[in-house]
Nanobody
Framework: QVQLEESGGGSVQPGGSLRLSCVTS????????MAWFRQVPGKEREVVAS???????TYTDSVQGRFSISRDSDKNTLYLQMNSLKPEDTALYYC??????????????????WGQGTQVSVSS
């Protein structure tokens, strides 16, 4: 059974930073593409950043230069470092994984495995 578990969410002021973590099962982590998504009530789940099995990363325009996705194979963990946070970054953040190759910012319906989400709130 594939399992993903996110942590690291919280409440921060604008301009602050958070680092999200997503712990995965070992086999999943090494051979699957992975991504971070976010969702606010009433809107579709949107992809924030993705990383493939070769380590190539892609970011949505709104977080380019502020967020960084990375994976640590030894720790079976996916990270999302979020800097210069803005109120519009407030959302429930999910990690996702899939054994198929995902190019660029593949949309949510294409990903098969999901975590339960961790809330990020940015306000003054």
């Amino acid at each position: 059974q594939v399992q993903l578990e996110e942590s690291g969410g919280g409440s921060v002021q604008p301009g602050g930073s958070l680092r999200l973590s997503c712990v995965t099962s070992g086999r999943l982590h090494r051979y699957y593409c992975m991504a971070w998504f976010r969702q606010v009530p009433g809107k579709e789940r949107e992809v924030v950043a993705s990383v493939d099995t070769e380590g190539r990363t892609t970011y949505t325009d709104s977080v380019q230069g502020r967020f960084s996705i990375s994976r640590d194979s030894d720790k079976n963990t996916l990270y999302l470092q979020m800097n210069s946070l803005k109120p519009e970054d407030t959302a429930l953040y999910y990690c996702a994984a899939d054994p198929s190759y995902m190019s660029g910012l593949a949309p949510a319906p294409l990903w098969n495995y999901w975590g339960q989400g961790t809330q990020v709130s940015v306000s003054s």
